[in-house]
């Protein structure tokens, strides 16, 4: 089955730029979505289509795509994006759609 | 504001089928722009896709759930649901429902917390 690989964690001093990656085999066919996490919160969209940023999603989130790899990229870190981060895509086909493991992101 | 509303019994014993309905309100379920989807999130662990459904009735599963699982639509009472069959522990999770678009699941419920024990 198709599979998104993530690293389990990162962390980062407040004010730092983090980087959270994404690989899967489909991503250069396939848009990417990512998703924040808070504890016992529902997921929240905060890039889709690789790159994209949902309104209300503050400027220092962004996205990026490089062939089977896809970043997410927090500039200026905020002790309030602590959280899980999980992205999210489809397979080559575009009919099944698969989270990848998550990454606990430590602002310290 | 869309909301959805995950409902359904919380405690279901091994073996059984477990079964959920997510009720959509301030929006239309029927919209040909949206699929409505089913994801889980085992204690402690991280995101896995259910499976999703059209307004159409068209449904696609996640292949590792795929022969225990069934998603149904019913548009005149704003509501898709899930069973999943033969359940044991390793179904414990929070079920979430959520509205799928071109961003993404971009609305979500709050998720029910489902736990298979005897």
């Known amino acids: 089955s198709y599979e998104l690989t993530q690293p389990p964690s990162v962390s980062v001093s407040p004010g730092q730029t983090a980087r959270i990656t994404c690989s899967g085999d489909?991503?250069?066919?396939?848009?990417a979505y990512w998703y924040q996490q808070k504890p016992g919160q529902a997921p929240v969209v905060v890039i889709y289509k690789d790159s994209e940023r949902p309104s209300g999603i503050p400027e220092r989130f962004s996205g990026s795509s490089s062939g089977t790899t896809v970043t997410l990229t927090i500039s200026g870190v905020q002790a309030e994006d602590e959280a899980d981060y999980y992205c999210?895509?489809?397979?080559?086909?575009?009919?099944?759609?698969?989270f990848g493991g998550g990454t606990k992101l430590t602002v310290l | 504001q869309l909301q959805l509303q995950e409902s359904g019994p919380g405690l279901v014993k091994p073996s059984e089928t477990l079964s959920l309905t997510c009720t959509v309100s301030g929006g239309s379920i029927s919209s040909s722009r949206y699929y409505w989807g089913w994801i889980r999130q085992p204690p402690g662990k991280g995101l896995e896709w259910i499976g999703s459904i059209y307004n159409s009735g068209s449904t696609y599963y996640n292949p590792s759930l795929k022969s225990r699982v069934t998603i149904s639509i019913d548009t005149s009472k704003s509501q898709f649901s899930l069973k999943l069959s033969s359940v044991t522990a390793a179904d414990t999770a929070v079920y979430h429902c959520?509205?799928?678009?071109?961003?993404?699941?971009?609305?979500w419920g709050l998720g029910t917390m489902v736990t298979v024990s005897s």
């Open positions: 489909a991503l250069p066919n396939q848009y």
């Open positions: 999210q895509s489809a397979d080559s086909s575009g009919t099944y759609w698969v």
């Open positions: 959520a509205r799928i678009a071109t961003g993404g699941f971009d609305f």
